[in-house]
């Protein structure tokens, strides 16, 4: 009984001393960079590819922060163009 309990307590010990990294550590290191919306309207080149990234992915990616203000930019775009836009985030209006 005693040797059943030793194991048990030096199991649970040792399960406690995991040296893998966690998964938020891993998800930190991984996650793109989020990026106001008016960041994505002064970077045309940067704001394409994450539309086309999201748009590839949609069920994982659509209620990202990235994904969200990078189509709060395009719809920005649609409406007054970009230099409009971009004049008006810079206005802050």
Known sequence: MKTLISTLLITMCLAGCDKGPRSSDTAS????EVHDVAWYLEHETEHDATKRRCKANPGALRDTAECTNADQAQKQIFVW??????RRSREGH
């Open 29 to 32: 290191k991984t996650a793109p």
């Open 81 to 86: 163009g970009r230099e409009e836009a971009l």
